[in-house]
DNA sequence: TTCGTTCTAGACCAATCGTTATAATTCTGC
DNA sequence: GCAGAATTATAACGATTGGTCTAGAACGAA
């Protein structure tokens, strides 16, 4: 047990990737599969259910290790500010290292399915809820209220979201480093 | 003069409704050609460069759709809350009126195609500092200092941008009305 | 009417798309 | 070694992809 099947993962693994820089649509399954170096045939073995489990499969493996990034960054940072300005150097980092070709490994997929794709559109769901989690979590350890926390929360991915789209435009981390912006900004009426 | 041909119009109106809803390389110019009405004759004609050509007077025309709307909100509204506010409840409106499937109409396209493709990105690019000199423009006139104002412009057009992706999702215009808290909120150190 | 331009139809291209079915192979437990 | 399951190869499916080419229709000006 526990091998859980390299093959399967690095198919997993290389749609994440190729969902991430060139989008849902236009990454074939021959393309996938010869990148990902998985035999032909495995593929509809472990996804009998063909692309759109495949796509599931990576928004959901993209949103653990989002997920885990940020805990991470949460156990070490106390101060909202401190946080996001973690969050918002780590994603900067990675776009740089990307050449500005790979920005959020879901927000295409999603915006290529949702919500036509409901098991793509509730993988999404699940992904936003939990990172909404953690990041409202420091705001409200901080002495946020619990409302805020969340909207806050909710904010600071909205903002990050667009921002690595901005950043892919105007080939600048920028946008990615001024969302540390919405994590010291006084609350509204 | 000024017929500015009909067809072609239809053509690229057409291209952005449907990279809008499914992304660009989900529509096909077959089903852009029999939805559009255009003779099927036409769009190499209108457009010799081929699909790349079309993604990009698709970007331009919704560039020019939001610039305007941003215009004329801006004339309407000297308080820059106000004028965020109505923003956001357009975008709202749109989404909820496409049943949560239509968001920005160029993020999906910019997506799949930054920075790849060269003419598309510039369209983006261009686009993006269109919107930013009208949101930066009411700031400044309510006094924010001119840099400042352009940061908190691209604030929240990345806000609005990763709003139009949470409410595709959550299925949901709150995360879009939560983007005016940006306006409302004091710079930062 | 005539000429030249603009526009359109239609056939066709090779390539790829996601998917299915069947058969062969490899592995695992006994 | 044998049986059965898990894995993989191969071929083919119909449909569609973006793009090219040629022929001709529709048009405007002289």
Redesign the interface.
Known sequence: MGKASLHKDNLVRTAMRLFRR?????SGLQQILAESGAPKGSLYHYFPDGKEALGEAAVRLAADMIGRMLRDLADRHSDP?AFVRAYARTMAGWMQASD??S?CPI??T???T???SPAI?AA??QA?DDWTDVIAGVFERDGMPRRSAR?RA??V???????L??A????ST??IL?????A??????
Chains 1, 2 share one sequence.
């Open positions: 060139q989008g849902y649509a236009s500010t500005f070709e920005g927000a295409t999603l915006l290529e949702a919500p036509q559109t999404g769901l936003i909207t909710g904010l991915i909205s903002a990050m979201e667009g921002a789209i901005l892919r435009v105007r080939q920028r946008p001024d969302v540390v912006q919405i010291s900004a006084s609350g509204t009426a």
